[in-house]
Each structure stands twice: as structure tokens, then as C-alpha cells.
């Protein structure tokens, strides 16, 4: 046991009434005890909207009236986002929140009845027996400006990681239908390379196209001339491609949504 521990269980006492809550997208389940493990009143069921969180409200009001506690504290796992607007709703009307690592509950399950089965009631009466443990931690829930920053930073995380779904999308694209792509174009995201990607996504319609049309269409964007040689690569390329030429009409659809995608996410 460290230091950490200790502190945290010195805030629990004889005064606290301890909540355990097991979190889930409709209905929630809480459980509540002091601070030797007796458990006090029924196992509550409430819904995941205002009425539940004034029904449980009152619920941990009249038992801390019925046994004379002054103090709250309700344990939860930080499972998924569900318990978010719980934790605000507690937090707002000056209730203690604490976190607890879901592994933990897994493992102390199986000290009840030993086994590690899930069941809402089971695990409420697990948070809170971790909570009067001192293993829990106190979640930073951040207010104002510094809410604005979280969220900000949590929505770049996402569109960091789809545009590098769209990316590996693309190379096996190319994998598949145009494996030599890369020998013509260091990267498939250049100006020129794009341009290709976008008018002539295929061997089959490269092979088709003059040199002096392909470099008509790179100059579109491409502001530096892009040389004779690389066109010529691009055909001779074309020519002699291994990717797949079945399904190419469905092949050259997917490539354009998700060449749009990209332009979307940069």
C-alpha cells in the first residue's frame, strides 16, 4: 500500500457514504455502503437521463438522512463515455466522484463468489468496496477553456487517425491495381501524382492517353514542368502493370471517394 492509497483512504470515515455505480448506456446500477463494507438500503436501478440522476440523487440523500452521514462518494469505471454526464450531473450537485481501473473489478469479482462473470449488481458492489479500499483515483474534469481544449484535442486525435485510414486505404489501392505507381512517384499525395490518381486511375486509361496529354493535365497544378520522362515512365508502367484488372468501374469509384475523403481531412 503507498502513500497515495493511504491519503485516499483517510478520506473515507465513518461520516462517508460510499456509492458504487455500474455504468452502461440506459440504465445504471448503484449500490451503497460505509466505510466497513455493510451495505445500506436496496440496489438501485436508474435510467441514464435527468429523472434517473434526481432519482439517485435522492436516493443517496435519504440513505446519508436514515444513517447519519454527512459525506458522499461515488465510485464508477471509466468505461466508454457513458459515465461522463453522470460524473458532471455528481460533480455540480458537490458529490465526490472517483474512478476505478476496470481490471481491478474484473480481478475482485471473483473474491465474492469466485467467478468473473459480469453482472450490474455484482459489479457495483465491487466499485464500492474498491472505492472503501482506496483504490480509486479522482477524475480530471476539466471546465471552461480548458473543456474547449479536451475536446479539441480529443477531435484532432480522430481526424488524425482517419486520415491515416484513408491513407492506408489508398496504398492498398494502389497495391492492388497499380503496384508500379510508386516507381514513377515518390509519393502517391504530390500534385502530380493526385492529378493522376484523379483523371487516370488506371493502367488501362494511362495506356490510352497520349504524353502530350498527360502533360497537359499535370501542369494544371504543377506550377515547376514536370519532365517528358516521367510521362513516358508513366505509360511504359502502364504497360507492363501486374494489378488487377477485374472490377475495375467499382475499383476506380472506391479510389475516387477516398481520394475525396483525403482532400476533406488535410
Known sequence: MNYNQNKRIMQINEQTLIIG???????????????????YGKTLNFTNDNKGFIELY????????????????????????????????????GIKVAIVNPMHVKKSKELDDNSPTKNDSKDAKVIAQLVKDGRFAEPNIPQGIYADLRTAMDFRDILIKELNSVKARIARW????????????????????????????????IVETNIEDILKLWKIEVKRAVGVKRAELLVEKAQISIGVTEGLEMAEYELQYLLDKYDKEI
Open 174 to 205: 494502389l497495391d492492388i491495381y497499380f503496384p508500379e505507381f510508386e516507381d514513377i512517384f515518390s509519393s502517391w499525395e504530390g500534385k502530380a501524382a493526385l492529378l493522376t490518381l484523379r483523371h487516370l486511375s488506371t493502367p488501362s486509361k
Open 21 to 39: 455505480i455500474d455504468i452502461a448506456k440506459e440504465k445504471h446500477v448503484a449500490r451503497a455502503q460505509d466505510f466497513r463494507g455493510i451495505e
Open 58 to 93: 435522492n436516493w443517496l440523500k435519504n440513505l446519508c438522512a436514515e444513517h447519519g452521514k454527512n459525506n458522499v462518494i461515488v465510485g464508477m469505471e471509466p468505461t466508454g463515455h457513458y459515465w461522463f454526464c453522470l460524473a458532471k450531473f455528481l460533480r455540480h450537485n
